[in-house]
């Protein structure tokens, strides 16, 4: 893979493991008092699965072997069983994370039961990506390797049925997915030290082109996909000099699920400060400074609400209300 790819995902990576905010709190605490059925391994290795939800009766559920009803009264209960499963490709040791899964051999979708309905092989070099919600999966696959790495590749956008929604080719590196499925936000995985983030609506058109950003970009979208955040790095190259950063400075970008430009706020953070996280509702944008571990709430067209000082141990449990 190219320099400027590897670049874009170790910055994701590292942010990530530095702050693995709990997005998904709210929604888990909800559902507290689910029970589980666990997928049954074969001695395959898991990276992530994904849960369906059903009520079924109490008897039914002892029976299946689900643990902690020893004590429930009620005739029946609500269970998650698993719904997608995602294998570990055990010769790849990339790092993963709760959305981004370089490692993945094949992907199973299953029925209720637990049988398996569909599975996708997935090739060598090949990345897979989760939409927030984890309703959606996009497979990032090599199509054509240059001197240089990876030149193209193809993506394919898949429901948690295992369905095919839409596909799109192109020199697409690292992909975001929007939450309803309509949307792909990726970068270039062509040039050093700078490249453009696109935009591609289903069906694979191209309906935005950012260009000239630099290395590292986070983003989020909104609960329900109508719009979406990115904070992108920018480098500044000094003049004259083979590689010499001038200075680092940081972009909030925000916009809607067409592409259109909602707002544009430039040096929202300089220097060390300029790595930064975003977090989404659906109402308010959160730029998380990591170097100074300050935040700023934002509305969606970039007026700024408030500000205030947190530490790194508050971000670790952070949530956007």
Not at 66 to 80: A, C, D, H, M, P
Not at 124 to 152: D, F, Q, R, W
Not at 233 to 241: E, M, R, T
Not at 255 to 261: A, F, L, S, Y
């Amino acid at each position: 893979m190219h320099m400027k790819n590897i670049y874009s995902i170790v910055f994701f990576v590292i942010i990530d493991v530095v702050f693995t905010l709990c997005c998904f709190a709210e929604n888990q605490s909800e559902h507290k008092s689910d029970f589980i059925i666990e997928y049954k391994t074969n001695n395959e290795e898991l990276v992530n699965t994904i849960y369906g939800e059903k009520e079924i009766d109490t008897k039914e559920a002892k029976s299946l072997g689900i643990k902690g009803l020893e004590q429930v009264e009620s005739e029946k209960v609500n269970v998650k069983y698993p719904k997608v499963v995602m294998i570990n490709d055990k010769n790849n040791k990339e790092k993963s994370t709760e959305l981004y899964l370089p490692n993945i051999k094949s992907i199973k979708f299953l029925d209720e039961k637990g049988n398996t309905k569909k599975e996708m092989s997935i090739q060598k070099h090949a990345y897979v990506y989760l939409s927030k919600n984890k309703m959606y999966i996009c497979i990032n696959t090599p199509s054509k390797i240059g001197e240089k790495g990876t030149e193209e590749t193809k993506n394919v956008i898949v429901d948690d049925n295992g369905k095919i929604l839409w596909s799109v080719k192109g020199d697409i590196g690292r992909v975001g997915i929007s939450p309803n499925g309509k949307y792909v936000v990726a970068d270039t995985v062509t040039g050093e030290s700078t490249g453009s983030i696109c935009i591609y609506y289903e069906g694979g058109k191209l309906v935005k082109k950012i260009e000239k950003y630099s290395i590292g970009w986070d983003i989020d979208f909104s609960i329900d996909g109508e719009f979406f955040a990115m904070v992108i790095q920018i480098i500044n190259w000094k003049s004259g000099v083979n590689r010499h950063v001038d200075k680092y400075s940081a972009c909030l970008l925000v916009c809607d699920e067409k592409g259109v430009e909602l707002c544009k706020k430039e040096n929202i953070a300089k220097g060390d400060a300029s790595i930064c996280k975003v977090k989404v509702n659906n109402e308010n944008v959160v730029i998380i400074r990591t170097g100074d571990y300050k935040l700023f709430y934002y509305d969606r067209m970039g007026g700024l609400i408030k500000q205030e000082q947190s530490d790194k141990t508050s971000l670790k449990n952070f949530k956007i209300e």
